[in-house]
């Protein structure tokens, strides 16, 4: 359990005989000099009670003198109390978390979530809004599961929409012979090649999807392919695999290198199988209007302050929604894992359609009525002018070349003493990546920030590279002390140590709120303290050359526990450390 949790417990079972009828709340000091912990809540007892809050204040005091793990009790101002751990408790626990990191880990919860953090649309680019979502999805679901939650994760890929419609219409201009197109071909679709590349296909979409924008027939005769795909016709349907299978083998190798991965590669289309059930549901329960030719379904309440425009379920062209796949999509998974959650990450301007999706959900009772849920957005990433950040010629600027401007910077500072001309690249590579990551974490969820691949690649400040550099520090210094049995803490040297040892304290406090507010900036920062102060710890003490044996040790240990959070905390937020660098 939670060390500072069980401190509480302890404190509230010696002060019982005083029936505040309230909980004592330790909180760690905001004041060193003054104590490890305080405890401030004097001066409502004594308001509740109506006596002096310095009168309370002694009255506890001289409870929590009883324990011997707690030392230098004093008062503080009007009543605020003050106290340490003695330096053999404080070891005691901070040697428990050694044994097993686990024992400063709390479990939250237990619940069965599906997270949908994936969303890459098939044919097209990734852009920078799929980073942030693979990429906070990804650490969050490493925290949940830490935390004792059942987590499966979904790509979703958007493989069965419009863009779809699109790519195939351009295929057909530009290869009409293509057997795919031949109504009486009667052979076997796998034998045919298709002369595309995922290149081409990326150079396709924007194509098809500018053209379709200025020609209007153009733009019906994707909508007419579009259905053909849904109604998976003879041709279409195969075409449309292929083209699958190219970019779902490219999409794969871009998460990998991001380090995210799923449970389940589902899309759109396999969703596609539960939209006549799902409709047939609605229209159950009378909940299905016409609306010129088309099906929707009122989701306005009555209190709404802002418009709450009618989902569109069926288009009037046949076509179904985006909306009406996240409805089937929410039937299949209530269907086959029966979860307590889904959570959806895609950036802020999602909002809308997730509100009226959840809304239908609900009306349609496709959810049961305890099943949460939770859309979970994010800000933009923006460029120095402060607006989503673009190409030099103003384009979208895909997730690739936001990867390769980091890479440059990272490579830049590759120390080639340290790093063998042959490791190099992937090195780079992965500093690059997890120094995007970190600086991605970094701000909370919902807040805009700034690309800096210059700062992001710093090794000094609050970046991913000054964090891998650290830890592959501190693995160093343990390399070098082998030989040296430093298994326990047994001696506190003095401000810095114990300063460590009490950030150590903080983690389970640290990754239930990360959860509870389901963002990775508390992490984030946590991480950087507790290494940060670390360092300075280092650059003050000669480990290795110290004279006292015991304090050697318990250094030693200490630097141990010190690094194997921080590999559970860098592997939550989902960064690869490399060997050297
Ligand atoms: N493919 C979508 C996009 O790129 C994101 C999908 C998010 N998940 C969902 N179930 N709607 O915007």
Redesign the pocket.
């Known amino acids: 359990m939670r060390i500072i949790k069980e401190l509480n417990k302890r404190v509230n079972e010696l002060v019982k005989d005083l029936d505040f009828d309230e909980e004592l709340s330790i909180v760690t000091s905001a004041r060193p000099d003054l104590g490890d912990f305080q405890i401030n809540n004097s001066m409502n007892l004594a308001k509740k009670f109506q006596k002096n809050p310095r009168e309370i204040a002694e009255s506890i005091v001289k409870e929590l003198e009883k324990d011997e793990a707690l030392k230098d009790i004093n008062i503080a101002g009007p009543g605020f109390i003050n106290f340490s751990l003695t330096d053999e408790f404080l070891e005691e626990v901070i040697n428990r978390i050694s044994d097993n990191i686990e024992n400063n880990i709390d479990k939250v919860s237990s619940k069965k979530i599906i997270m949908?953090y994936g969303?890459?649309?098939v044919s097209k680019a990734l852009h920078v809004?799929?980073l942030r979502?693979a990429n906070i999805g990804e650490a969050l679901k490493r925290l949940a599961r830490l935390l004792g939650c059942n987590v499966i994760s979904d790509a979703?890929?958007?493989d069965f929409g419009r863009p779809l419609g699109l790519v195939i219409l351009e295929i057909k201009k530009r290869f009409p012979d293509l057997e795919f197109f031949n109504e009486n071909y009667e052979g076997d679709y796998n034998n045919i090649d298709l002369p595309i590349t995922n290149a081409d296909l990326e150079e396709i979409y924007p194509y098809a999807s500018a053209k379709a924008k200025e020609d209007e027939t153009y733009l019906e005769e994707a909508r007419e392919i579009t259905l053909k795909l849904q109604k998976h016709e003879k041709g279409y349907y195969e075409l449309w695999q292929k083209i699958i299978g190219i970019s779902k083998e490219d999409i794969k190798k871009v998460y990998d290198e991001l380090n995210v991965d799923f449970d389940l590669w589902e899309g759109e289309s396999d969703a596609a199988e539960y939209i006549e059930d799902t409709i047939k549901v609605f229209e159950d329960k009378n909940l299905v209007k016409e609306s010129e030719g088309a099906k929707i379904i009122e989701v306005k309440k009555e209190d709404d302050k802002l418009p709450m425009p009618p989902l569109l379920l069926v288009k009037s062209n046949e076509t179904v929604s985006?909306e009406t796949t996240?409805l089937a999509?929410i039937y299949e998974r209530m269907k086959k894992f029966n979860p307590d959650e889904i959570w959806?990450l895609?950036d802020e301007r999602?909002t809308l359609?997730f509100e009226q999706v959840f809304r239908a959900a609900r009306l349609g009772e496709i959810v049961n009525n305890n099943t949460v849920l939770e859309f979970i957005p994010f800000g933009t990433m923006n460029g120095k002018d402060g607006k989503p950040f673009k190409t030099r010629d103003g384009g979208v600027m895909t997730l690739k070349e936001l990867m390769q401007l980091i890479y440059v910077e990272t490579d830049k500072r590759i120390n080639e003493e340290i790093v063998e001309e042959n490791k190099r690249e992937q090195t780079a590579k992965d500093i690059a990546i997890s120094s995007l990551k970190f600086a991605d974490l970094l701000p909370f969820r919902r807040t805009d920030y700034v690309f800096d691949p210059d700062k992001f690649a710093d090794l000094d400040g609050k970046t991913g590279a000054y964090l891998l550099y650290s830890t592959i520090r501190i693995k160093s210094l343990l390399n070098k002390a082998e030989g040296i049995d430093y298994e326990k803490i047994t001696k506190i040297s003095g401000a810095a140590d114990r300063k460590i040892m009490l950030m150590l304290l903080e983690m389970p406090k640290v990754l239930e709120k990360a959860y509870s507010v389901k963002s990775l900036n508390d992490i984030c920062e946590y991480v950087y303290n507790l290494i940060a102060t670390y360092n300075s710890f280092y650059a003050e003490n000669k480990i290795i050359t110290c004279p006292d044996k015991d304090l050697q040790t318990s250094w030693l240990a200490l630097s141990s526990v010190v690094y194997k959070t921080v590999i559970l905390l860098l592997d939550i937020l989902g960064m690869n450390i490399p060997e050297k660098m």
Do not use: R
């Open positions: 949908d969303g890459a649309n809004g799929h979502s979703h890929l958007g985006y996240d999509t959806y895609t999602q359609h």
